[in-house]
Nanobody, 122 residues
Framework: QVQLVESGGGLVQAGGSLRLSCAAS????????VGWIRQAPGKEREFVAA????????YYADSVKGRCTISRDNAKNTVYLQMNSLKPEDTAVYYC???????????????WGQGTQVTVSS
C-alpha cells in the first residue's frame, strides 16, 4: 500500500502560482505512476496531470496544458504540481493519486491522498 499526503494549497489571486506537493510512504513509490486530480464543488473529479513511474511519460488535461507542470522525485518519494497563471475556474480540491498504470481516468487510480484546497480569487 501507499499513503499519500498533499500540501501546498491555499488562496491565491488570479494569475498567481502555487506548488502542490504530495509525500508518499509505504511500498516502493517508484513502482507507481502518479497523477493529480481535482474536484470542484458540485462537479465530478477531473483529471489534471499524470506521470509514469520513470517520469518518461506525462499527460495533461487540455484545461491546464501550458500552465501546469507535474514532476516527481523518487528519492524523496514526492510528487509535485506547479501551477501558474491560475484562474478562478482552477478552484477545487486537488488530490494526489497513485496506481500501476499511467492513466487519465480518475477511477483507475488505486491510492488517494486526502486532498488540498486551492482557491483562486478573481
Amino acid at each position: 500500500q501507499v499513503q499519500l499526503v498533499e500540501s501546498g494549497g491555499g488562496l491565491v489571486q488570479a494569475g498567481g502560482s502555487l506548488r502542490l506537493s504530495c509525500a508518499a510512504s509505504g511500498r516502493a513509490f517508484s513502482s507507481y505512476a502518479v497523477g493529480w486530480i481535482r474536484q470542484a464543488p458540485g462537479k465530478e473529479r477531473e483529471f489534471v496531470a499524470a506521470m509514469s513511474r520513470s517520469g518518461g511519460s506525462i499527460y495533461y488535461a487540455d484545461s491546464v496544458k501550458g500552465r501546469c507542470t507535474i514532476s516527481r522525485d523518487n528519492a524523496k518519494n514526492t510528487v509535485y504540481l506547479q501551477m501558474n497563471s491560475l484562474k478562478p475556474e482552477d478552484t477545487a480540491v486537488y488530490y494526489c493519486a497513485a496506481g500501476l498504470s499511467t492513466v487519465t481516468t480518475p477511477s483507475r487510480y488505486d491510492y488517494w491522498g486526502q486532498g488540498t484546497q486551492v482557491t483562486v480569487s478573481s
